[in-house]
């Protein structure tokens, strides 16, 4: 039997087929920009082939460059003849590839634009390295002479299949490998070992500080500390001296590099992070390679103005602030909610008071921002200075912008959507479940906690998993309580009191608006921008994930109390 246009229009299934078209549109579009980000970010890390080639410049002279190919794009030739490049071609559209220097010590610049067709003896020798330096980006060259202090141990001739080339070689990954010990060492030294000595000596300050606004300050007490004081300078020295030792152990060696131009420079190896031959690694090597780059990324911390190294204090102050904020918000949120369903008068009043709910879920995050910084940082925490921190003073402890004070604030502007989702779930609780407890000689509030709270749980969590969406990627109100660009130290040391709520924070948002909008190299940032964003998804995904087990536990927990 043939249905009609009709019939078949008015029995809803076009809706369902529009529906479900969006629906896939969506999801199509969503994985779609989620493969780009992957294949822009993620291919980043893997060690691009370094080409060698003598290019005519825009001065008609040939001159050699080294470096690893980005991108090509085609370009009007007119554009590039009005900006003076000389051109030996009739083409309208002329092909331009966007080559990866590095070397900005001697050109200034990372990227160099070049015309494709003006490129001659395109090669890949395999004696050709990259070195990652810790300072001045990625040099590209050839390695001639490896030092320890003046004297040559071991050296590099100019052709490739040299076996000479290769012992040469490994002899200077063993010497890296040497200086990036002593670089760790110099960093635990530094960072742990100094600073305790540092929290310490600060400590003994505002410690010797209180007695004295106190009018406690008594010469016992005062040659106490400055026992203690003198034992941690002593400390202090050794360890300088220490690290004395160290230094001069870490510039022994150095590395006799020739860069396209010819011109030759020394490189100490205590500047250098890695060196590898691209063009002489297999598949193994290079997957390996690409591994520990990806572990870098993961683990480490940024250097070069955030477009080198890792991201490892963005992920943990992200993921910190976000656990703090869900901490925060969770039980507020859940009272409220309570309150307005089980307790409050449902009058004009109440209903006010969920406008004022709905509405608060509408306000720009900006402005939850500038109230945070009024609010909570200059009220609240200059306030909590002058209780308790007055030793400390003029230099604010919590009157300023800092991990607590950005998950207070993002707590805040998450509030409605966990006191809406939680007064839903309280709102499909069957009234027969209260009276039946209540005629069981239950209390109200037994009746509240051990019944109409764990059925309603899954709804406080779907609650959560919103916050949680909502808050790990603003970044506006963060960028005035709390985050910075590059925190000397993590939120959480070995330093009592061990967690340190009063200091700023890197985050992942806010690492990517710094990377791709603030960073003084675009080219070379912009291959970041595309991995941390993937990695923000990613974290934010982890998180939600988490909390929908926990929910789906809490559901099948809690299924016969529906019975």
């Known amino acids: ?79 590039l003849r009005d900006a003076g490049v000389p051109l030996n071609t009739d083409k309208n559209e002329v092909s331009r590839t966007l080559l990866k220097i590095g070397n900005r010590d001697l050109f200034g610049g990372d990227f160099r634009w070049v015309i494709s067709d003006h490129l001659q003896q395109v090669r890949y020798p395999s004696l050709l390295m990259t070195l990652e330096r810790r300072e001045w980006g990625n040099f590209y060259g050839v390695p001639r002479q490896l030092l320890e202090g003046d004297k040559p141990v071991a050296s590099f001739t100019g052709t490739d299949s040299n076996p000479q080339n290769e012992q040469s070689w490994q002899l200077l990954q063993q010497h890296i490998e040497r200086s990036l010990a002593i670089h760790h060492e110099i960093v635990q030294i530094e960072k742990v070992e100094i600073g305790a000595i540092n929290a310490q000596i600060e400590r003994l300050r505002l410690q010797q500080r209180s007695l004295q606004l106190q009018g406690e300050a008594s010469p016992a007490a005062l040659a106490e500390i400055d026992v203690e004081r003198d034992q941690a300078q002593r400390a202090y020295q050794q360890l300088q001296d220490k690290l004395t030792r160290l230094y001069q152990q870490a510039n022994r060696d150095s590395l006799v590099v020739e860069a396209a131009n010819g011109k030759q420079l020394n490189i100490a190896l205590d500047k250098i992070v890695r060196a590898y031959r691209p063009n002489a690694m297999h598949l193994g090597q290079k997957i390996s390679f690409y591994a520990s780059k990806l572990w870098e990324f993961l683990s480490a911390e940024p250097r070069e103005a955030n477009t080198e190294g890792g991201i490892y204090p963005a992920i943990f102050g992200t ?16 009272i409220a909610a309570v309150y307005m369903r089980e307790y409050a008068r449902q009058g004009l009043l109440t209903r006010i008071l969920r406008i004022a709910v709905n509405n608060l879920a509408g306000v720009p995050s900006i402005v939850y921002g500038v109230f945070g910084l009024g609010f909570f940082v200059y009220f609240l925490g200059g306030s909590i200075d002058q209780l308790f921190f007055r030793a400390a003073l003029p230099s604010p402890t919590f009157g300023t912008p800092g991990l607590l004070w950005a998950s207070l604030t993002l707590a805040l502007l998450t509030l409605p959507v966990v006191i809406v989702a939680t007064e839903e779930g309280l709102s499909r609780i069957p009234r027969s479940v209260r009276e039946g407890s209540l005629a069981l000689g239950a209390t109200k509030w037994e009746t509240l906690w051990r019944v109409v709270l764990p059925m309603a749980s899954p709804a406080m969590m779907t609650g959560v998993i919103l916050a949680v969406a909502r808050a790990a990627g603003e970044v506006a109100p963060l960028m005035l309580v709390g985050v910075v660009k590059l925190a000397p130290s993590l939120p959480v040391d070995g330093n009592f009191p061990y967690v340190h709520l009063d200091q700023k924070f890197m985050h992942l948002g806010f690492h990517i608006y710094d990377v791709g909008f603030q960073s003084p190299n675009v080219e070379a940032a912009r291959p970041l921008v595309y991995a941390t964003a993937l990695l923000l998804v990613i974290v934010i995904a982890l998180l939600n994930f988490a909390a929908v087990s926990i929910r789906n536990h809490l559901r099948e927990k809690y299924r016969a109390l529906e019975i």
């Open 1 to 79: 039997m043939r249905i009609s246009w009709k019939q078949w229009s008015q029995s809803g299934a076009p809706w369902v087929w529009i529906n479900a078209g969006a629906v896939a549109i969506s999801l199509i579009m969503v994985l779609g920009l989620l493969g780009v980000i992957a294949v822009r970010g993620l291919g980043h890390f893997w060690p691009a082939a370094v080409m060698q080639a003598d290019y005519l410049n825009e001065a008609g002279q040939l001159e050699s460059l080294i470096g690893e190919p980005v991108s090509t794009e085609l370009v009007p030739a007119a554009r």
């Open 319 to 334: 993921v910190m602030m976000v656990i703090l904020m869900t901490l925060f918000v969770t039980p507020c949120g859940v």
